[in-house]
């Protein structure tokens, strides 16, 4: 089980440091701002002049030839105060993001084409051995303390080609699906984050890339519609992101046999997006609608049986309701949104090998942007997030823990907030209390409690420094 273990901890990782890693200039705009619907006004900010950063002139030579760099820095801390199997206990985590978009453009003179590649090092977490997410114990808070090993990970590599001004988008190489579909909603994706997509859809955690391709045409300036494939490697977190199609992965030798061959199962995935801006409607929003299929061998946690293929859908929105009279639209107004998810498996004892099943996922909230006119990007929001798992999943918890008494649905309640600093820090502090956690995570990582994850707090602060804007790169 121990390898099962560091794999589904390791799905803790979500989308805010997925997209923090992959694309910071988009990441930044997302945590200041809750989402896509400001995300234009808030991207000009960010790539706005500001203060110069002492390799400036660097920069601007680099961004005229077609390069831009990317640098930022990532640290997340996490405490179950009074949740989970064994409260009081802490995770912290430190990633660094090194990367560079070429601009065929500029360069070669090849229209709409860029190159894409980061790569993620991760110097090393203190997670008291590796076990915060049994502490833990739940899907929520138990599965937000990622496990990754002291190894570089390469988690983009793609060529993107934008083709009849702009509206048809074509992408291919190492991505991860998470960036381009079922885009989180709230303000802080740190706290809204579940494991349904990942061991449903067979989102990989952030960090791994798996070969793939997409295209995306938009029909009209607000509405998208995007199709998409990629190979799904089950061999992380030991994965580096050079691994071909067969998914060969070595392993290091405390884990067991030093060269392991995983399944890989192929993921498709299809959605229809409407969206606009603060430049272009006074009220704005964003839609989502998707589906996925994932083609692999399931595995009934309950009854071992097993069976091809698994899909889903994922349904979200977000719309601003108020906004402060009068007010001009730069940098970016007062107002309020509302935001809502939901994720449901059509297949409710679907799980990809070492994985649990999530069979239903809803998450809501309400956001407040902007209240200080002299801090414009900063957001305050208040959540609640529900999660059912599937009847013969509850079954396996309460033959794996006798004295297991807990329903099959979790609830959280829970604030966050965003802080802009100085135009290149993100400060983004979170609570949740818990009710009726679950034991997934503990029951997967094959730790043995006889009695119920605790309902109970817990918070934590994740910290984003944008260091090539900070450099002036």
Known sequence: MRQSRIKVSELAIVSAIALLAFAPASVAQEAPATGSDVGSDVMDFLNGPGVPGPLAPLGKKLHAAGFTPK??????????????????????????????DTDLEKLIGLNGSTIHFNYLYVPGPHDNGNYFG??????????????????????????????????????????????????????????????SLQDGAGFAPPPYANLGARAAYKITPEVTAQGGYWRYNTAFPFSKGWEGWTGSVSTPAAFGSQYIVHPNVGMYFGNVTYETTYKTDRY????????????????????????????????????????????????????????????????????????????????????????????????????????????????????????????????????????????????????LYVLDPNALQATENGVSY????????????NLVVLLDKMLGL
């Open 71 to 100: 640098l930022n820095m990532i640290a997340v801390d996490i405490n179950n105060l009074s949740e989970g199997e064994k409260t009081g206990k802490h995770e912290s985590l430190m990633m660094f993001n090194v990367g560079l």
């Open 284 to 431: 704005p929003k964003y839609y989502e609608l998707m589906f996925y299929h994932n083609d692999g061998k399931q595995i009934d946690m309950l009854t071992s049986k097993t069976h091809d293929g698994a899909d889903g859908m994922y349904i979200g929105g977000r719309q601003t309701v108020w906004r402060e009279a009068g007010e001009s639209l730069a940098p970016r107004p007062t107002a309020v949104s509302v935001y809502g998810s939901l994720y449901a498996s059509f297949d409710p004892n679907a799980g990809v090998p070492g994985a649990y099943s999530v069979q239903d996922e809803v998450d809501t909230g309400i956001t407040l942007e902007g209240p200080f006119h002299s801090r414009p990007f900063d957001s305050y929001s208040v959540k609640f997030i529900w999660q059912h798992v599937s009847s013969h999943q509850q079954q396996f918890m309460k033959t794996f823990n006798t004295n297991y008494t807990v329903g099959p649905d979790e609830k959280a309640f829970g604030v966050d907030a965003n802080f802009m600093l100085a135009g290149s820090v993100i400060l983004s502090p979170w609570a």
């Open 450 to 461: 006889n009695g119920n994850p605790k309902s109970g707090f817990a918070v934590g602060v």
């Open 134 to 195: 049994s502490y833990g114990a739940d899907s929520l808070v138990g599965n937000s303390g990622p496990f990754i090993p002291y190894v570089s990970h390469m988690n983009q590599f793609t060529w993107e080609q934008k083709l009849f001004g702009d509206r048809l988008d074509l992408e291919a190489g190492k991505s991860n699906p998470g960036n381009y579909f079922a885009k989180s909603l709230c303000n802080q994706p740190f706290v809204c984050q579940g494991i």
